[in-house]
C-alpha cells in the first residue's frame, strides 16, 4: 500500500512538474518553442563549481531566454545519477573536467551526436569528440612544476627525463585513481605506444619522493615543505594559488617555476573540460545553444580569467598569468584517444604499482 501510495505521489509530483514547465513555456516567446518543440529552459549536470560558470548562465539566460537550471555534483556522481533516471532524466547537457572522463559518459550510451557549424568554428577538431558526443569547453595543461630553489629550468626536458637516477626521490605526483593522470598515461599509450607507456610509469615510480597522496595542489606544497622537488600537475592550480587569499598558498605558488615539458620532441600533454548533450535531452537545441555560447568569445576570455584555464577558441587570448608562464607546443593528438586508452592506462598503473 505505502508502495502505491508513493507511485502515486510521484505521479502527480511528475505532472505538477510538467504543468510548471507548460506555464513557463506560454509566457515566453511562442514562435521559438514551435520552431523546436523545446520549453525556453535546458538543464545543466555540471561538475564544475565556480562563480563564473552562474554569471555566464545568467548571462545566456539574458541574451536568449532560456533558463538554466543548474545541478551541481561530482563527476561521476552525477554520471550514476544520469544512468539512473534513465529516459527519465532531466539532464538535457552534461558538463565535467576531463576527456577521459567524458569519454566514460559516451560509453556509457549516455550523450548523443549534436552537428553545429557553429561549434566547428569555436573548437578545433582536435578538442572535440570524434563522434561529435561531446565538446571542449577550456583547456588546462599538464606540466612540470619545479622549485626555483633547488632545480634549474636548464635541468629539465621531458616527462620521459623524470625517470632517470638525477630524480630519484624526488619527484612528486597525485594517485593513479585520478582521471588527469590516467588521461595523461593514456596520451602516451596513444604517442609511443604500449611498452614505452609503461616503461615510463614504472621509471616515473621509481624516482618518487613519497607514495601519492592528495590532489594537485598538495604536490606544489609538498615541494614547498621539501618532500620533492618537482611535481607533475596542471597549471590553473598555480594560479589559484597565486591568486589564494590565503597567504600560505601565495607563498608556496611563488616559489615554483613552471616548466612546459617535451618541447622539442612530443608537446606538452592538455586535456579539456567540457560538455555533451544528453541522449534523452529533451532540450536538445537549447543544449546546443548553450555549447555556442560557452565556447563563444566572451565566455571563453571569462573562462580564462576566473580559472586560469585556456581558451579552446583560438581567436582569443590567454591571460596575463597565462602568457608570463610563456607558449607552448602541445600534444598533437585527438582527445578521444585518451578515452580509447583510459583502461589500458588503469592496467599499466597497477602493473608498475602506481598508488
Ligand atoms: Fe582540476
Redesign the pocket.
Known sequence: MKKILFLLLSFTLLVLTACGNDQATKTTDTKEVKETNESMEVNLYTARHYDVDDELYAKFTEETGIKVNVIKGEADELLERIKREGDATAADLFLT??AGRLFRAKDDGLLQAVSSDVLDEQIPANFQDEDQMWYGLTK?ARVIVYNKETVKPEDLSTYEALTEDQWKSRVLIRGSENI?NQSLLASFVEIEGEEKAKEWAAGLVANFARDPEG??RDQAKAIAAGIGDVAIM?T??LGQMLNSEDAEEVKVAEGLGVFFPNQETTGTHVNV?GAGVVKTAKNKQNAIKLLEFLSAPEAQGEFAKANYEYPVNESVEPTELLKSWGEFKEQNISLSALGDHNAKSILIFNEVGWK
Open positions: 573536467a576531463d588546462r588527469y590532489g594537485d596542471n590553473y592550480y573540460s
